[in-house]
């Protein structure tokens, strides 16, 4: 591999370097353009000799970000995440256009990115807004690395403004029993039962079929969920996680309300002269048997929420409240972890392990019962 300088004008270089295609063979000249003495020039020559040497470099492109993003959501975006998750990340990455768009890829350096989020912050965007675009990016950035079009990636060296931990919204056992009392006989009163009973998300609760139901056996499979996005409306989907597929146990509690629901829903089909419902109807329907809107029962819930006098109370808090319980029960997290289609435990410690108390009382006894007593009697026999 060889590299030669060429002077444009004084102080300024055209460095070549030939190098060898590896999938031709054909020899390739990449230019570099350099600001400087001549010495200084032979010393970043000799550089990029080491990194072509080392295939740490890079072809230089005039490339956007603009540019750049275009291919990431048509070539990434598109096959790796869901259509909700999609619309998230270019939403962000709207953002990143607006700021950045026409900056040279190649060109882009941690300072912008710091100037990026300082100017999202002063605009009045939520600090976890901010930090989500910056996942975002950082992932784009990454495969623009993979696909050879970045050296590094300057998302690994800037970091978005801290993030201040918030409080997870949960409901004490009476305050559980209160918010029930209140929705009884409304509409999203069984969303309320089930989502304290069973900790389903949203999405999963509304894509619930008869099929998945066994009132005999006391159980409920979780095999799909819903989502809603702007290109595709309310579609069924599987489930958030590879572990979100489970079987769940449920409480002769809710066993009943199943049961009472079932009949009440058969009633309205009757009356509307819809026959019985099959298998594969959704359990918590529209009037005429069809899936409801995800986006439309957060919103119904949220004003119900505030008709009672509890406006802090959302939809995931009854996911919380459920993990709550079962931790204050003293049920293990790994139980814990897949009764909730967690990933994997860690994300349930991360989520809910301040709630945990008592246990290093316990290891203390268990440590005094395994060595405590003979400890004991041996400093007693010392002078």
């Keep these: 591999m060889r590299g030669h300088l060429r002077e444009r004008s004084p102080g300024r270089w055209a460095i070549v370097i030939d190098v060898r295609d590896?999938?031709?063979?054909?020899?390739?000249?990449?230019?570099?353009?350099?600001?400087?003495?001549?010495?200084?020039?032979?010393?970043?020559?000799?550089?990029?000799?080491?990194?072509?040497?080392?295939?740490?470099?890079?072809?230089?492109?005039?490339?956007?970000?603009?540019?750049?993003?275009?291919?990431f959501e048509r070539d990434w975006i598109a096959l790796h995440v869901s259509a909700a998750s999609a619309q998230r990340y270019t939403t962000s990455l709207s953002r990143v256009r607006r700021h950045l768009g026409d900056r040279r890829l190649q060109a882009l350096r941690p300072a912008d990115l710091a100037g990026l989020y300082a100017t999202l912050v002063r605009a009045g965007l939520a600090?976890?807004?901010?930090?989500?675009?910056?996942?975002?990016?950082?992932?784009?950035?990454?495969?623009?690395?993979?696909?050879?079009?970045?050296?590094?990636?300057?998302?690994?060296?800037?970091?978005?403004?801290?993030?201040?931990?918030?409080?997870?919204?949960?409901?004490?056992?009476?305050?559980?029993?209160?918010?029930?009392?209140?929705?009884?006989?409304?509409?999203?009163?069984?969303?309320?039962?089930?989502?304290?009973?069973?900790?389903?998300?949203?999405?999963?609760?509304?894509?619930?079929?008869?099929?998945?139901?066994?009132?005999?056996?006391?159980?409920?499979?979780?095999?799909?969920?819903?989502?809603?996005?702007?290109?595709?409306?309310?579609?069924?989907?599987?489930?958030?996680?590879?572990?979100?597929?489970?079987?769940?146990?449920?409480?002769?509690?809710?066993?009943?309300?199943?049961?009472?629901?079932?009949?009440?829903?058969?009633?309205?089909?009757?009356?509307?002269?819809?026959?019985?419902?099959?298998?594969?109807?959704?359990?918590?329907?529209?009037?005429?048997?069809?899936?409801?809107?995800?986006?439309?029962i957060s919103t119904a819930w949220g004003r119900a929420m505030k008709a009672i006098g509890m406006p802090d109370v959302t939809l995931h808090s009854l996911r919380h409240t459920h993990a709550s319980m079962l931790i204050a029960s003293g049920m293990d997290i790994l139980t814990i972890s897949r009764r909730l289609g967690h990933a994997s435990p860690t994300i349930t410690l991360g989520t809910y392990g301040h709630l945990i108390h008592g246990t290093d009382d316990q290891a203390a006894r268990v440590m005094d019962q395994a060595f405590g007593s003979k400890a004991v009697a041996d400093s007693s026999k010392r002078p």
């Design 22 to 71: 590896p999938q031709t063979g054909k020899r390739k000249r990449r230019w570099h353009s350099f600001e400087g003495t001549k010495r200084e020039a032979q010393v970043r020559c000799a550089q990029l000799i080491a990194e072509a040497q080392g295939r740490a470099a890079v072809d230089p492109s005039r490339i956007t970000v603009n540019q750049f993003l275009d291919r």
């Design 127 to 296: 600090p976890r807004s901010v930090e989500h675009i910056h996942v975002v990016l950082h992932r784009a950035l990454r495969q623009a690395k993979l696909w050879g079009l970045l050296r590094d990636n300057p998302a690994d060296l800037e970091k978005p403004p801290a993030v201040n931990d918030e409080e997870i919204a949960i409901l004490q056992p009476d305050r559980a029993r209160e918010l029930l009392d209140r929705l009884r006989g409304q509409p999203l009163y069984l969303i309320g039962s089930l989502g304290l009973a069973t900790g389903l998300r949203r999405s999963e609760m509304l894509a619930l079929r008869w099929r998945d139901v066994d009132l005999d056996n006391g159980r409920l499979t979780v095999e799909q969920a819903l989502e809603q996005t702007t290109a595709y409306g309310v579609r069924v989907k599987g489930p958030k996680t590879r572990k979100g597929r489970r079987t769940i146990s449920l409480s002769a509690h809710t066993v009943g309300e199943l049961r009472g629901h079932w009949r009440t829903q058969q009633e309205q089909r009757l009356a509307l002269g819809m026959g019985k419902a099959p298998p594969n109807s959704p359990v918590l329907a529209t009037f005429d048997g069809g899936l409801q809107s995800p986006s439309a």
